[in-house]
């Protein structure tokens, strides 16, 4: 599992660095064409889109790091059972809330499949599918991480 946990972190932090040049190549040539008063129209929509991405793969990534904002300032004080008690907890409520989260994202998905962008002219469910697949990633992650934590 932890083969499988590296490398799809591996092909993540890929895919992201990929949106993240995409993104600046998208940003600048549109401000450029901009400032020679040749707007590309399509080139706000498809910032909108790759950010989206780039935001659900960043969670992911802020999942298995463990980076995600946290109040810890009392935690040191707690027992170590009651410890593992609150992280287990915490892990719980955040599962629950990226299931939640991809149930939703499906149900935006599927909602109306006909719908395309105005600008780009892609169907609109390629920019919702990173809700999906962002969560299912991140709890994946969260479900290895919890796993891990159990074992110690």
């Not at 892990?91 to 395309?116: H, M, N």
Request: glycine fraction near 6%; charged fraction near 20%.
């Amino acid at each position: 599992m932890k083969k499988l946990k590296s490398v799809l972190l591996e092909k993540e932090k890929y895919l992201i660095m990929i949106i993240l040049i995409l993104l600046l190549i998208d940003v600048v040539t549109g401000v450029l064409f901009r400032y020679l008063r040749l707007p590309l129209y399509w080139a706000e929509e498809a910032a909108r889109y790759l950010f989206v991405w780039l935001v659900m793969l960043g969670c992911v990534v802020g999942v298995e790091e463990k980076t995600h904002f946290s109040i810890n300032a009392f935690y040191k004080w707690f027992p170590k059972r009651l410890q593992r008690i609150v992280t287990f907890g915490g892990s719980a409520v955040s599962g629950i809330f990226l299931f939640f989260l991809f149930y939703e994202g499906v149900k935006l998905c599927i909602r109306d499949p006909g719908v395309v962008s105005p600008a780009l002219g892609i169907p609109q469910y390629y920019s919702y599918l990173a809700i999906p697949i962002g969560a299912v990633l991140m709890l994946f992650h969260l479900i290895l991480q919890t796993i891990e934590d159990i074992k110690k």
